[in-house]
């Protein structure tokens, strides 16, 4: 019996009653009502979530930032209801509470009453985190929880981003602000530098100066001592002048009375010289009256000679004290002029106290030059007195040769009479001068009086003048450390100013100076920092195209393990009778791999024409989901073969192994160790990854290692059903041709 006569023979039987074939056609539609229902119900979920009702509840009582009013609360909420991502409505919070515990809501989205004021404090020194409170209930559904946590998530990167854009542009804003500031500050700083280079020149101008006033403060201190010692002398020079001009009155007063005196005795010796001559004149007539006349005559020149010596002696005491006076005038002038100029007293009062001076020279330079006239005057008059004198004690003594002289007599005592006759005006000049001399000697004894007050005054003021430079030299040398220091001091501040200048220059160029535009788009850039740019290998267009792979496979092996229901792996009575056990398992395997590449073809048409999701490789995927089929069959019919019912069980534990570790819907790289390890193994892993690569256009070089796999599981199936058939051959009988229940 040939294959194809088993196979049509294992259909009749298949189609043998209306049951049967009411039964084949359940089982044959089993894969396509799996997949297509479950891949149209999941064709495109998350287009329908805005069907998921959401209580969306906004208690936020707004805030102020910088000054302007705003309500995040009321933003977010229109934001939200534009987007319409899910079925948003409008809740208080008791109504989202038990909109949420009885189902009528599936999760609940909450800002608060402090959502704005949290939200603008992301520009204070505190800031604090605004919350979103996300309300859920896994009694409705765990995946409408998972889908509130990627709604609120999606809620947190816009208000982060709404936020974040307007926080940044705050701080753009205020970099803007600090580097227009710095702006000024560098100005004001290039200020402060020239300023500090004027104020260091100055200090050190200040310094030189004050060292150089330190220098003359203290010559003026040593100069103001040597002062107030000259002072001092000067006082009592003064004072010893203020004595002999005293001194000097009184020997003028003298002197005055002696010329008055003199004067007197010169007018007497004018009348005797007169009566001399007339009696001279008579003596030659009459020498008898000579010795009386001899004897008048030289009591006259006695008295005259007694004047004269008196006269002599008060003169030359007056001339000498005059002479020493004026003798003694310059010296002191010299002296109290050096002394005014080392007091540093100015030329105006110099000159005054030059004037009382001069004033009291002039007077002593008059009364020297009268003493000098008057003391010539006596001495003649001297000279004169002397000779009549001697001419008298001559005649007294030469009586007897008197006659013979007589007429000589007479000559001198006519030049006698013209001598008394000089002598009394020169006596009456010497008055008048003694007189002057004694006023003025009056004056000089007031001037120097005066002067010696003024003197003592001089080395009072000077003494203070002297304590006072002596004070400024203290100051003035500190001044010069001051100012020695301010120098220095200036210059450290000329060099601060200069790093202050430095650095506001380079933190100015540091900080970004962008124009409102430019602040406007780095504060978005600042906000969303990063953007997902998809560019994929493959992709699958919707949701359910994405699972399709999976569920196709699933079903492939659903389709096949539900045939093996009614078909059986194996025709025993072929084995007995035939006894041709390659012959029985390949018709055993043909027949549920046709009817397999039906069910495949059914559901390629449903995934492709009513559900419309979209095939690279069209063909290929067609032959890969057929080769899938027949490989299954031949896994599962090697179970029943080898098993039995035992078998067909192994082949549900087999499917759920495979519906774990095949990667169908999380990566398998998620899977525990041993379960991960299955995948490499078991065929729905390559038949999920083939179908994969052929619907999204991805390697078909990986699709043909998956064939390869799956090659190699149904050759060992089939050569495996081959030796468990003819094992069955060897050991079958007659016996074993009776029917079975299921024919």
């Keep these: 019996m040939k ?49 998921i009702p959401v209580a969306l509840v906004v208690e936020d009582t707004g805030a102020t930032l910088d000054g302007t009013a705003v309500d995040y609360g009321t933003q977010v909420h229109d934001q939200l209801m534009k987007d319409n991502s899910v079925k948003w409505i409008d809740a208080t919070a008791d109504e989202a509470a038990s909109g949420v515990k009885n189902g009528e809501y599936d999760f609940v989205l909450t800002l608060g009453p402090d959502f704005s004021t949290l939200l603008t404090s ?109 002072a001092a002398t000067l006082s009592s020079g003064a004072a010893d002048a203020a004595t002999g001009a005293a001194t000097l009155a009184d020997g003028a007063s003298r002197l005055s009375s002696g010329a008055s005196t003199l004067s007197t005795g010169a007018n007497q010796a004018s009348t005797g010289a007169g009566q001399l001559a007339d009696g001279l004149g008579t003596l030659s007539d009459s020498v008898a009256g000579l010795p009386a006349a001899t004897a008048t005559l030289n009591g006259g020149a006695q008295k005259v000679a007694a004047g004269n010596a008196s006269l002599a002696t008060a003169s030359g005491t007056v001339a000498e004290a005059t002479q020493d006076a004026a003798d003694r005038v310059p010296v002191v002038r010299a002296q109290i002029v050096t002394q005014l100029h080392a007091a540093h007293l100015t030329e105006a009062q110099i000159a005054d106290v030059l004037a009382q001076l001069d004033t009291v020279g002039t007077a002593i330079d008059d009364g020297n030059d009268a003493a000098k006239g008057l003391d010539t005057q006596i001495s003649t008059l001297a000279d004169g007195a002397a000779q009549v004198a001697a001419g008298t004690q001559q005649l007294a003594d030469s009586a007897p040769t008197l006659a013979a002289g007589a007429a000589s007599a007479a000559s001198k005592s006519t030049e006698l009479a013209a001598g008394s006759a000089q002598v009394a005006d020169g006596a009456s000049t010497l008055a008048a001068s003694a007189s002057e001399l004694s006023d003025g000697a009056g004056s000089l004894q007031a001037g120097t009086a005066e002067v010696a007050d003024g003197a003592a005054s001089l080395a009072s003021g000077t003494q203070q003048v002297a304590d006072g430079a002596s004070t400024l030299a203290s100051g003035t040398g500190q001044l010069a450390s001051g100012a020695s220091t301010l120098s220095t001091g200036a210059g450290q501040l000329h060099s601060g100013a200069v790093t202050l200048r430095d650095g506001l220059a380079s933190g100015a160029d540091q900080i970004p100076n962008y124009s409102p535009d430019e602040r406007q788009t780095a504060a978005a850039t600042i906000a969303t920092p990063a953007r997902v740019d998809t560019d994929t290998v493959t992709k699958a267009s919707t949701y359910g195209a994405g699972m399709a792979p999976f569920f196709i496979s699933l079903a492939a092996w659903i389709g096949i393990y539900a045939l093996f229901l009614i078909i059986k792996p194996l025709s025993r009575r072929a084995l007995t009778a035939i006894r041709a056990p390659l012959r029985v398992t390949a018709a055993g395997w043909l027949a549920p791999a046709l009817l397999g590449a039906l069910q495949m073809a059914a559901v390629y048409f449903v995934v492709t024409v009513p559900l419309g999701f979209s095939v690279a490789n069209p063909a290929l995927m067609l032959l890969f989901m057929v080769f899938t089929s027949i490989t299954f069959v031949a896994i599962i019919g090697a179970l029943n073969i080898w098993l039995g019912s035992v078998g067909q069980f192994l082949g549900l534990v087999l499917m759920v192994l495979q519906l774990v570790t095949a990667g169908g819907t999380f990566p398998w790289q998620t899977l525990p160790g041993p379960l991960a390890a299955l995948h490499h193994v078991l065929p729905m892993s390559y038949a999920v990854d083939g179908i994969r690569q052929l619907m999204y256009g991805g390697d078909l070089s990986l699709a043909l290692n998956d064939v390869g796999v799956l090659a190699l599981w149904l050759v060992g199936a089939i050569a495996f059903s081959m030796f468990l058939a003819s094992k069955k051959t060897a050991q079958r009988t007659l016996r074993d041709l009776r029917p079975s229940l299921i024919g």
Excluded: C
């Design 122 to 230: 992301a520009g204070t020194a505190t800031p604090e985190q605004a919350v979103v409170q996300l309300t859920t209930n896994d009694t409705n559904s765990f995946l409408a929880s998972s889908i509130a946590a990627t709604v609120a998530e999606k809620v947190r990167l816009s208000i982060s981003e709404q936020v974040g854009e307007a926080a940044a542009l705050q701080f753009l804003n205020g970099f803007a602000t600090i580097h227009d500031n710095l702006a000024t500050g560098i100005d004001g700083a290039n200020q402060l530098v020239d300023g500090t280079a004027q104020a260091q020149t100055g200090a050190a101008s200040l310094a030189d100066g004050a060292s150089t006033l330190d220098a003359g403060a203290q010559t003026l201190s040593e100069g103001a001592a040597s002062a107030a010692s000259g």
């Design 3 to 51: 294959i194809l006569t088993l196979v049509q023979t294992e259909f009749r039987r298949l189609t043998a009653t209306g049951l049967a074939r009411l039964a084949l056609v359940a089982l044959m539609l089993v894969p396509v009502i799996y997949a297509g229902l479950y891949l149209w119900a999941n064709s495109d979920p998350y287009a329908q979530l805005k069907n």
